[in-house]
């Protein structure tokens, strides 16, 4: 058994309300590490085995057809060891 | 004229959409999301909602419907086509239409009711209104910040394809105050703000929205869209 990892992130110059909100947010709970915060979506994909080079190509199609949306979102896509 | 109104799981406001439909003297056909053709519709509407939960991403799983394959070949192949809120996100995610809503500026749900410009007369949706006649309709959502990047809002701009902007402070952050636009040969739109709340003055803060119903009627009697 394996985790293929899909990380999905708006694309940089996509406004993210949320990130902002969260960077606002540290100061006031007196942490003052963070000049800017981007939020994404993280998905962890179980398969059998460990992946073969064809699963992730497969994985690779599906998250640019369904697990993000490329006109504001751009994707990684690895193997959790 | 027989106009569809499709129905996904977490669909709100597709009765609403089916009496504007009715209101205006069309014909108002059920479709599912799990049916496989259109019933011989003249038209669709994709109505609001939070179909399939808004989970993933809005829009991004209804899109994948088994009646979407039969809905976007008509409407590639010009049968008007009208996405309200959520379905304005289904046709951003079936990329019918270019750019995505994403989360308002202000990360607060809307519900308000929203004046609007015209800009665009000229699609199956929007004939009968005037060039930049203001129109008040509600506006209702959490994700309806409209954005693309640089080149599509110059192209969208200079095209005449942003079919209705925001009037005054711009309420959820969209780019260039846009509430609607639509696709090159003018027969799909996507609409922010629902005309189906506003077609009388009893059930709404206007009639102002029956146009966009009235349009689409006028616009299959003189023999479709362009």
Redesign the interface.
Known sequence: MAIIVVDVM?KP???D??GK?VASALPRLGFSFATDVRQGKRFEITVDGEPTAAQLAEVEVAAEK??S?P??ENFTVRVEK | MKIGVVTFPGTLDDRDAARAVRFAGGEAVELWHDDAELKGVDAVILPGGFSYGDY??CG?ISR?SPIMEPLIAAAQGGMPLLGICNGFQVL??A?LI???L??????HFLCTDQPIRIENNNTAWTKSFSKDQEIVIPLKNGEG?Y???DETLKMLEGEGRIIARYVGENPN?SRNLIAGITNERGNIVGLMPHPEHAIDSLTGPSADGLGFFTSVLTSLVSGGVK
């Open positions: 708006l110059e996509i406004l309300p949320q909100a369904l697990l949306n006109v504001i | 993933l991403r991004a994948f951003a995610e990329h270019p750019g995505a994403t989360r308002n500026q202000h990360l910040s954005q693309c990047d952050g």
